[in-house]
């Protein structure tokens, strides 16, 4: 193996040099960031624009229960008709026209009420609206009808059954949710950086062995090195460019929040302001320490070091199988018959983790498919956070790392007959035919 290092070196640099990885590193980041950029200076005008709503109010049931709010601001109408207020409205260039029409049973129904505006009106003010009438309009109708409603809020009853494990670890649902949420985020990153980084080994080997530069080198060096050389060659090279799209990606933000004057700290939509006032709720406070708090149970250690061997060992895997369908195809086009059973293991794993992990992290599914090496690198990392076993864990990557060294063999077996083909393309018998030469 003393050429590897060579190999590795050579597939590096080689990749770190060429012009398409150089531009599509630095202007990968610039792009994304100019277009978070705009979409968040755009988002600070139009929150500091103050939206002027009318109220007509004819049956007098919502009077007062509207409150200015820092971009919105409720002006009542009085006396008028209907058609002299919208036309106040359009010529004052107010935001809107809230109409609501007198009713002779006193119960205002949602066609007595119409807002009126010059173009569609915003999802979140209506919703505000509505939803400041329905509460209002409730409590009236249960004051009409003679219930008490101090004593009706008292009957309410709230239930959060406690969790705690037999050992005295105490959980709650919102510890299943951080730990989905974690090992999915997990899962997804590596599935990503293997369908990415995997082409690229993929594009290598095809573009060598177009070039026929590949018939010089394997006169030297064998399958397996040449292999292995451009998978971790290759892997150090994109490992390099999502380092420079962190870095980058932070000064070119600092440096689009200074020009465009954005402060990203300050900047709110009207989403965020509906959050920030449900998080004056006491309630409210209490389910976001409770997720703080469920965050700090997660085995933060055992994560990270899993994710590690987990993610390395999964990537070095399919990165084989790209490496072989390189070797054994002339051009991109030919490699999409080999691509679906590649990427249905990944995809597979992905759905089970979500929809099978979150439910069941222990049962039958989810073991079973934590310890097959073509889905545990992102199953297993969805498991890992509701606790289990280290000999489970260490089984399952001692499988993986001998799956991938089998594949490698075998790819390895392929690349030698498949980087000397030209101008044929091969079907899985025949590729099974150059695993047995």
Do not use: C
Not at 23 to 29: A, N, V, Y
Not at 214 to 221: G, K, L
């Amino acid at each position: 193996m003393n050429h590897l290092p060579l190999i590795i070196k050579r597939e590096y640099i080689t990749k770190v040099k060429n012009k398409s990885f150089i531009i599509m590193t630095f202007l990968s980041p610039l792009i994304i960031i100019s277009f978070i950029a705009v979409v968040a200076y755009l988002t600070q005008l139009n929150s500091d624009k103050t939206r002027v709503v009318s109220i007509l109010d004819e049956s007098g049931l919502v009077k007062g229960i509207f409150e200015d709010s820092e971009n919105t601001t409720y002006h009542y109408l009085e006396g008028m008709l209907l058609e002299d207020a919208k036309m106040l409205v359009q010529e004052s260039e107010g935001y809107g026209l809230l109409y609501v029409a007198d009713v002779a049973d006193g119960h205002l129904k949602s066609k007595d009420l119409t807002f009126y505006s010059e173009e569609s009106p915003s999802l979140t003010l209506m919703t505000t609206i509505e939803s400041k009438i329905q509460s209002e309009l409730t409590l009236q109708n249960r004051i009409h009808e003679g219930i008490d409603v101090d004593k009706l809020k008292a009957t309410i009853v709230t239930i959060d059954i406690n969790q705690e494990s037999f050992k005295g670890e105490k959980t709650s649902k919102i510890d299943s949710v951080v730990k989905l949420i974690f090992g999915g985020a997990a899962g997804y990153l590596l599935f990503m950086f293997i369908i990415i980084y995997g082409n690229m080994i993929m594009r290598s080997v095809i573009e060598e062995k177009t070039s026929r530069i590949i018939e010089v080198i394997i006169s030297s060096v064998k399958p397996v090195q040449l292999m292995l050389g451009k998978i971790i060659g290759t892997s150090l090279a994109g490992i390099t460019q999502f380092v420079i799209w962190i870095i980058l990606g932070g000064v070119l933000m600092t440096v689009a929040s200074f020009i465009l004057g954005i402060d990203m700290a300050q900047m709110q939509t009207p989403q965020q302001q509906l959050i920030n006032q449900a998080m004056e709720n006491p309630e409210i406070n209490m389910e976001i320490q409770s997720i703080v708090t469920a965050f700090f149970n997660l085995p933060l250690a055992n994560l990270i070091i899993a994710f590690i061997l987990f993610f390395i060992g999964g990537y070095l895997l399919y990165s084989s199988f790209y490496a072989a369908i390189g070797a054994a195809v002339d051009n991109e086009t030919d490699t999409q018959q080999f691509m679906l059973p590649i990427l249905i293991p990944l995809i597979l794993a992905v759905y089970i983790g979500i929809f099978t992990v979150i439910e069941d992290p222990h049962g039958t599914i989810s073991t079973i498919f934590s310890f097959i090496p073509l889905t545990s690198p992102v199953v297993m990392l969805m498991r890992i956070p509701f606790g289990v076993p280290i000999w489970q864990q260490v089984l399952s990557l001692l499988i993986l790392v001998g799956t991938f060294m089998l594949t490698v063999w075998l790819a390895a077996k392929i690349y030698r007959v498949g980087i000397l083909m030209y101008g044929k393309k091969p079907s899985y018998k025949e590729i099974i035919k150059w695993i047995k030469y």
